[in-house]
């Protein structure tokens, strides 16, 4: 843009200076010349005016667009517009003003009057000289007349001498030189026009020429002849006008034509020259304003440039430098900004990079979090939740999976029983009593099975403030796992203790019966029976007991192959035909294959139905119905009865040794049933049917 106002300047400079140099030659005012110039300089102008209009018309969009730096070079356009226009305004009224007058001035009437007074004083005097030879003309042409023809060329040349004529020359009618008499050497006079001739044979004919810058004289006068009526001879006489005389006249004549040629195109000079200097106007305007463009460029392209550079850094581009050159202000400005925004990068990086270690160390953290199987909760002092992980949603039960920035109250849960927990918690953070690590457990009865919570409470101080770290364990299956391991040893030794001396007891019992019968009365003989036989039978209740104690106790030893699952159930149910319980077995496929260890599924199907069996007693219609279901690489089976069911208060330890709720059982049927699923992988789930009864499922894999 600047390299085309530049050029734009330097070619209007060049036509004013044209049109200018124009003026001072009115001829050329008039010619085609001067009118191409002014059609140059205002298709010039227009250009000018066309550059400028493109260049507002894109800052009034860069202004709409809101565009860093377009108002200030809207502002600076405007000043620099407003400095040039307002005192080039007023210095072209004044010219033109003062043009119109001094045009005015020029056609005075006293100037014309002058004028006019020195062109008749010229003329007055030019006409004295010419009547001045006028006479001597005619004296001549009289003298010459009555002389003798012989004599006539010496009459002339004293005549010549005597009046200082320059030069005289006789003619015949027929412009024939006759006679010649001149003070310079030269060939031949010019010959006069016959036009001159003709008049002069009427009588005498004066005329002033001018040739070669000089001006003549010229009379003719015919010359009387003695013996003819007419004149067939004409005198030509030549005489300069004195040099001042000619210099003043010509001077005057042309300062007078000049005079008229001005006068003639006075409107025509007001007009031209108000074009002109409105042109100079306009031009020095728009060339103002095309410059202010330029410099208010220069000027705000800087600022425009560190106004964009500050929004790339506020968005977090602080890598962002501005070119600078100058060496002004805005030079040190660009330095200044360049270091800043260096400085700030390598903040940045620096501040990125610990950013990142502590992303990596957050996600190592949270990683741990959500891979720990307790729950974690943290707590501040307002009792507002602050980080959890998803194990302690679970074991709480939160209502959301996420449950940040709410407060820790009952509502978080939506199961009842965890709320003496929450409370629990609640009483010990808002009465400020923990100084120290604290915990406590609590058992719970959730969906009739027993669970066991165990909370621990460390507070975290933080200058003023105090957190606190909750972890809660789930630790049913652990406290489980133990009461197992406990029981399986008390189970080894008491099988230890007690089946030594069962046998030497039982046959003792039974040597004194076979000793005894046949000494002792009939009475006594009655009683005896009787204890021997409650010592046998007790003895052997004591074999079945510490049988299944070493059952329980037993490591796991399994022998695994495939069998046919159906076809065992079809073999166990086939004992229970002689009873009064009607079993249904109920199957999708007959042939369901399997990989176990067979006698331990036999054991645990005949300890099922045994159990469904003793809940049936008091059922006048006993139903036992067994659905078996293949899923994938899953075996289900599920065994229902119509019985009196489980007591909500078993059903959360029934899977404990001891747990019983029949007269004679041991407790240690459910226990070891649970104890074979585990070593196969599988699950056991008992519940109560809505009605009545209980509802065993046991899923093992194929």
């Given at each position: 843009?600047?390299?085309?106002?530049?050029?734009?300047?330097?070619?209007?400079?060049?036509?004013?200076?044209?049109?200018?140099?124009?003026?001072?030659?009115?001829?050329?005012?008039?010619?085609?010349?001067?009118?191409?110039?002014?059609?140059?300089?205002?298709?010039?102008?227009?250009?000018?005016?066309?550059?400028?209009?493109?260049?507002?018309?894109?800052?009034?969009?860069?202004?709409?667009?809101?565009?860093?730096?377009?108002?200030?070079?809207?502002?600076?356009?405007?000043?620099?517009?407003?400095?040039?226009?307002?005192?080039?305004?007023?210095?072209?009224?004044?010219?033109?003003?003062?043009?119109?007058?001094?045009?005015?001035?020029?056609?005075?009437?006293?100037?014309?009057?002058?004028?006019?007074?020195?062109?008749?004083?010229?003329?007055?005097?030019?006409?004295?000289?010419?009547?001045?030879?006028?006479?001597?003309?005619?004296?001549?042409?009289?003298?010459?007349?009555?002389?003798?023809?012989?004599?006539?060329?010496?009459?002339?040349?004293?005549?010549?001498?005597?009046?200082?004529?320059?030069?005289?020359?006789?003619?015949?009618?027929?412009?024939?030189?006759?006679?010649?008499?001149?003070?310079?050497?030269?060939?031949?006079?010019?010959?006069?026009?016959?036009?001159?001739?003709?008049?002069?044979?009427?009588?005498?004919?004066?005329?002033?020429?001018?040739?070669?810058?000089?001006?003549?004289?010229?009379?003719?006068?015919?010359?009387?002849?003695?013996?003819?009526?007419?004149?067939?001879?004409?005198?030509?006489?030549?005489?300069?006008?004195?040099?001042?005389?000619?210099?003043?006249?010509?001077?005057?004549?042309?300062?007078?034509?000049?005079?008229?040629?001005?006068?003639?195109?006075?409107?025509?000079?007001?007009?031209?020259?108000?074009?002109?200097?409105?042109?100079?106007?306009?031009?020095?305007?728009?060339?103002?304003?095309?410059?202010?463009?330029?410099?208010?460029?220069?000027?705000?392209?800087?600022?425009?440039?560190?106004?964009?550079?500050?929004?790339?850094?506020?968005?977090?581009?602080?890598?962002?430098?501005?070119?600078?050159?100058?060496?002004?202000?805005?030079?040190?400005?660009?330095?200044?900004?360049?270091?800043?925004?260096?400085?700030?990068?390598?903040?940045?990086?620096?501040?990125?990079?610990?950013?990142?270690?502590?992303?990596?160390?957050?996600?190592?953290?949270?990683?741990?979090?959500?891979?720990?199987?307790?729950?974690?909760?943290?707590?501040?002092?307002?009792?507002?939740?602050?980080?959890?992980?998803?194990?302690?949603?679970?074991?709480?039960?939160?209502?959301?999976?996420?449950?940040?920035?709410?407060?820790?109250?009952?509502?978080?849960?939506?199961?009842?029983?965890?709320?003496?927990?929450?409370?629990?918690?609640?009483?010990?953070?808002?009465?400020?009593?923990?100084?120290?690590?604290?915990?406590?457990?609590?058992?719970?009865?959730?969906?009739?099975?027993?669970?066991?919570?165990?909370?621990?409470?460390?507070?975290?101080?933080?200058?003023?403030?105090?957190?606190?770290?909750?972890?809660?364990?789930?630790?049913?299956?652990?406290?489980?796992?133990?009461?197992?391991?406990?029981?399986?040893?008390?189970?080894?030794?008491?099988?230890?203790?007690?089946?030594?001396?069962?046998?030497?007891?039982?046959?003792?019992?039974?040597?004194?019966?076979?000793?005894?019968?046949?000494?002792?009365?009939?009475?006594?003989?009655?009683?005896?029976?009787?204890?021997?036989a409650t010592i046998v039978n007790?003895?052997?209740?004591?074999?079945?007991?510490?049988?299944?104690?070493?059952?329980?106790?037993?490591?796991?030893?399994?022998?695994?192959?495939?069998?046919?699952?159906?076809?065992?159930?079809?073999?166990?149910?086939?004992?229970?035909?002689?009873?009064?319980?009607?079993?249904?077995?109920?199957?999708?496929?007959?042939?369901?294959?399997?990989?176990?260890?067979?006698?331990?599924?036999?054991?645990?199907?005949?300890?099922?139905?045994?159990?469904?069996?003793?809940?049936?007693?008091?059922?006048?219609?006993?139903?036992?119905?067994?659905?078996?279901?293949?899923?994938?690489?899953?075996?289900?089976?599920?065994?229902k009865d119509n019985g009196m069911?489980?007591?909500?208060?078993?059903?959360?330890?029934?899977?404990?040794?001891?747990?019983?709720?029949?007269?004679?059982?041991?407790?240690l049927g459910l226990a070891i049933?649970?104890?074979?699923?585990?070593?196969?992988?599988?699950?056991?789930?008992?519940?109560?049917?809505?009605?009545?009864?209980?509802?065993?499922?046991?899923?093992?894999?194929?």
């Amino acid at each position: 843009m600047k390299y085309i106002i530049t050029t734009v300047a330097f070619i209007g400079i060049a036509l004013l200076i044209l049109l200018a140099k124009s003026l001072s030659n009115s001829e050329l005012v008039s010619s085609d010349t001067f009118r191409l110039l002014l059609i140059f300089n205002i298709v010039f102008i227009f250009a000018l005016i066309v550059l400028i209009t493109i260049q507002i018309a894109k800052l009034l969009h860069n202004v709409k667009r809101e565009i860093v730096g377009s108002r200030l070079t809207m502002r600076l356009v405007l000043s620099f517009a407003t400095v040039v226009i307002i005192p080039v305004t007023i210095v072209y009224l004044v010219s033109v003003s003062f043009l119109t007058k001094s045009i005015e001035s020029w056609f005075n009437v006293q100037v014309e009057s002058a004028l006019q007074g020195g062109l008749s004083l010229g003329q007055k005097t030019l006409d004295i000289l010419l009547k001045d030879i006028e006479l001597k003309s005619k004296s001549m042409a009289y003298s010459i007349g009555a002389a003798e023809e012989s004599s006539s060329s010496e009459i002339l040349n004293d005549l010549r001498e005597k009046f200082s004529i320059q030069e005289a020359v006789i003619f015949d009618a027929n412009s024939k030189i006759l006679s010649v008499s001149g003070d310079y050497h030269t060939p031949l006079p010019a010959l006069p026009k016959q036009e001159d001739l003709m008049r002069a044979s009427e009588g005498f004919f004066g005329k002033i020429e001018e040739i070669d810058g000089k001006i003549f004289m010229k009379a003719y006068v015919p010359i009387p002849s003695k013996k003819l009526l007419r004149t067939d001879k004409i005198i030509q006489i030549t005489q300069p006008i004195p040099q001042s005389i000619s210099d003043i006249a010509l001077s005057v004549e042309s300062v007078y034509e000049d005079y008229q040629t001005l006068a003639y195109s006075r409107s025509s000079l007001k007009i031209i020259y108000t074009i002109t200097l409105t042109l100079v106007l306009l031009l020095a305007i728009l060339s103002a304003v095309a410059a202010s463009f330029v410099i208010s460029r220069r000027i705000s392209e800087p600022i425009s440039l560190l106004a964009e550079a500050t929004r790339q850094i506020a968005i977090g581009k602080y890598n962002k430098t501005i070119p600078g050159n100058s060496k002004d202000e805005l030079g040190l400005l660009v330095k200044s900004f360049n270091s800043m925004t260096m400085k700030l990068s390598d903040a940045t990086k620096s501040s990125e990079k610990s950013r990142e270690r502590l992303e990596v160390a957050r996600a190592f953290l949270d990683k741990i979090l959500t891979n720990l199987s307790s729950g974690v909760i943290v707590i501040d002092n307002d009792g507002v939740i602050k980080l959890h992980n998803i194990a302690a949603s679970k074991i709480i039960e939160f209502k959301k999976i996420n449950m940040t920035d709410m407060k820790f109250t009952n509502d978080i849960s939506k199961n009842k029983i965890y709320q003496p927990i929450i409370q629990r918690i609640n009483t010990i953070i808002l009465t400020k009593k923990i100084v120290k690590e604290e915990s406590f457990e609590f058992n719970t009865n959730n969906k009739n099975n027993e669970e066991i919570i165990r909370v621990q409470i460390t507070p975290l101080r933080r200058e003023r403030n105090i957190s606190y770290i909750l972890v809660i364990d789930d630790i049913t299956e652990l406290t489980k796992g133990q009461r197992n391991q406990a029981w399986s040893e008390i189970a080894r030794r008491l099988a230890h203790e007690i089946k030594n001396p069962l046998t030497p007891i039982q046959l003792s019992a039974e040597r004194i019966e076979h000793k005894l019968k046949d000494k002792l009365s009939n009475e006594d003989l009655i009683m005896l029976s009787k204890s021997t036989a409650t010592i046998v039978n007790q003895v052997q209740a004591l074999k079945t007991m510490v049988n299944e104690f070493s059952e329980y106790s037993r490591p796991p030893e399994r022998k695994i192959k495939a069998f046919n699952l159906f076809e065992l159930f079809e073999n166990i149910i086939e004992l229970y035909h002689a009873t009064k319980i009607k079993i249904t077995l109920n199957a999708s496929n007959k042939l369901i294959s399997i990989k176990a260890d067979e006698n331990k599924i036999r054991q645990i199907i005949i300890n099922l139905i045994e159990n469904a069996k003793d809940g049936l007693v008091k059922e006048k219609s006993p139903k036992v119905i067994i659905d078996i279901i293949e899923d994938n690489n899953w075996v289900t089976f599920t065994i229902k009865d119509n019985g009196m069911g489980i007591s909500e208060e078993l059903m959360g330890r029934i899977f404990e040794p001891y747990v019983t709720s029949k007269a004679n059982g041991t407790g240690l049927g459910l226990a070891i049933v649970n104890k074979i699923i585990e070593e196969h992988s599988g699950i056991i789930n008992i519940e109560r049917n809505k009605v009545k009864g209980t509802s065993v499922s046991v899923r093992l894999p194929k």
